[in-house]
Structures are given as C-alpha cells and as structure tokens.
C-alpha cells in the first residue's frame, strides 16, 4: 500500500521569500501525485498533479512542483510567497490504474511573516 | 451553485441526538467520499460511493450511517456520537472513483457535546 511523508509539521517563511514543502511517498509502481492547499475551516484545494510526461508540474496561484522518481519526493515550491498562501498543505500519493483510494500526508501548515 | 457544497458549515449535538449532513456537487461526477479531518490526524477516509453504490467502508463505527440517493447527493446520518467524534467532516466528489482527482467541499465543522 501507498503511503504519505511529509517531514515539515509547520514552516515559517517571511512575505517575498522562496518556499519549498517536502513530500516523500512509498508506491512500488509510478504514482499519482497531488498537491493540496487547505485555508483555515475550508475544505481542501486542488493546487496541481502529476499523472505523467513533464516532471515539473505547474499549477494554480503561482506554485509547482518537481516529481523525482529516484528520490521518491514531490516537493512544493513558489518564489515569492504572499501573505496569502498561509494555510494548510497537504501532500497525496494515489496508484495509476485508479483502484486504489488516494492517501494523504498529515499536512505542513505554512505561516507567513510579514 | 458550482463545484461541491456541504450543509450546514457548523453543527453542534448532544449524544443523544440524531442529524444528517448534506453534500451535493454540480459537477457532473460518478464518485462521492466522506472523510474526517480531526486535529492532529492525516484525513480519514471513511467511505466511498460509486454511481450509487457503497465500495468502500474504512471500518467506520456504526453510529455513522452513509446514503447516496444519487451520484449528486451524499448524506451522512449521525446518531448517538461521542465527544471524540468532533472534528471537520470534508464531502469530496471525482469523475471516477479510486484516484481520480477529488474535488473537495467546504466541510461540515460538527461539536458533539
């Protein structure tokens, strides 16, 4: 069965700076991979994905991410975060062929220094 | 309405008491899923419909009762809760089920006192 890590319980980065969130899976075969954004009392964002081709994935509010097979890592980065990426982020690794359920990190919570 | 929408956004019940939640997508999807969201905890699958039909239960405890009426409507009925069952309760809806992606709802956030 597939599984989730995500190191970072909670990041601090101040406005403007670079931002990367860790994720590490365990799937014997290639993934699916997902990023998640979760605003406090909301429910959960689609940010981007990875079904296959180009390894660096580009998703929505300016974030991508970089699939690497022999590191096991999906990894979260932005350039220049706003005040307004605080939130909760969450990392989720899902089997190709679609028959199994998708399973989710614990979630990194990002806050933003002004 | 578009994309997935649950009602009520907050809800507080004693023990004793039984109530639903509603979640409805306007998305044209054939997959609805029940998670929970506790603090501290990864999300919870609790359980799976596809077209209608139940195909997965994570051996969720029997005070927590799922209906799908239909592809667009998923019901979780509540009875006789704990206290630890408090937590934030996310509908998600996909084009298939298994690892499609999910879009989520707003979630129900539930108080059992």
């Known amino acids: 069965a597939q599984s989730v890590t995500q190191p970072d319980i909670h990041i601090t980065v101040s406005e403007g700076a670079s931002l990367e969130l860790r994720c590490n899976y365990s799937?014997?075969?290639?993934?699916?991979l997902f990023w998640y954004v979760q605003s406090p009392g909301q429910g959960l964002q689609l940010l981007l994905k990875?079904?296959?081709?180009?390894?660096l994935v580009q998703g929505i509010k300016g974030f991508e991410a970089e699939f690497k097979r022999s590191q096991s890592s999906f990894n979260l980065r932005k350039p220049s975060v706003h005040w307004s990426d605080a939130a909760e982020y969450f990392c989720?690794?899902?089997?190709?062929?679609?028959?199994?359920?998708?399973?989710f990190g614990k979630g990194t919570k990002l806050t933003v220094n002004p | 309405e578009t994309g997935v929408t649950q009602t009520p956004r907050h809800l507080v019940m004693g023990m004793t008491n039984k109530k639903s939640l509603k979640c409805e997508q306007h998305?044209?999807?054939?997959?609805m899923y029940w998670y929970k969201q506790s603090a501290k905890k990864p999300l919870e699958l609790m359980f799976v419909?596809?077209?209608?039909?139940?195909?997965e239960n994570n051996s969720v405890p029997s005070r927590f009762s799922p209906e799908c009426p239909n592809s667009s409507h998923l019901f979780l009925h509540l009875h006789t809760l704990q206290p630890e069952d408090s937590a934030l309760y996310l509908c998600?809806?996909?084009?298939?089920?298994?690892?499609?992606?999910?879009?989520f709802g707003p979630g129900t956030r539930l108080t059992v006192l």
């Open positions: 998600a809806s996909s084009p298939g089920h298994g690892t499609d992606t999910q879009y």
């Open positions: 799937y014997g075969a290639t993934p699916y």
């Open positions: 990875y079904f296959s081709g180009d390894t």
């Open positions: 989720a690794v899902g089997s190709q062929g679609g028959s199994e359920k998708l399973v």
């Open positions: 998305l044209g999807h054939n997959a």
């Open positions: 419909y596809s077209l209608e039909e139940r195909v």
